[in-house]
């Protein structure tokens, strides 16, 4: 079971960014994915889950209108567009995969991990 993240980078405040993960052994619509953060000395929190097969969303609310996830289950990837992005969304992102799920903004919930993707803003 893999999750790639790509996309991760530095950018000025107000700008944008797309993160990428890459789930090829999955079938992405039968799953439930999300992307979570933690930045440095802090607990790694939510941010954005798509139940199975594309069914309801979740944001914190310290993103929303802000950020979208997507997926595309042909491509087995699950994305995370950033807009308007502020020095306090610096973090480390984690794609994160279960099949069953339970809070959708608990990381104790999802089984599978990728490596992250640093996102820091100046």
């Known amino acids: 079971v893999q999750l790639v993240e790509s996309g991760g980078g530095s950018v000025q405040a107000g700008g944008s960014l797309r993160l990428s993960c890459a789930a090829p052994?999955?079938?992405?619509?039968?799953?439930?994915m999300a992307w979570f953060r933690q930045a440095p000395g802090k607990e790694r929190e939510g941010v954005a889950t798509?139940?199975?097969?594309?069914?309801?969303?979740y944001y914190a609310d310290s993103v929303k209108g802000r950020f979208i996830i997507s997926q595309d289950n042909a491509q087995k990837t699950l994305y995370l567009e950033m807009n308007s992005l502020k020095p306090e969304d610096t973090a480390m992102y984690y794609c994160?995969?279960?099949?069953?799920?339970?809070?959708?903004?608990?990381?104790?919930?999802?089984?599978?991990w990728g490596q992250g993707t640093q996102v820091t803003v100046s």
């Open positions: 994160a995969a279960d099949r069953w799920i339970g809070d959708p903004m608990s990381a104790r919930d999802f089984a599978y």
């Open positions: 052994g999955y079938d992405t619509s039968s799953i439930c």
């Open positions: 798509i139940r199975t097969g594309g069914g309801s969303i």
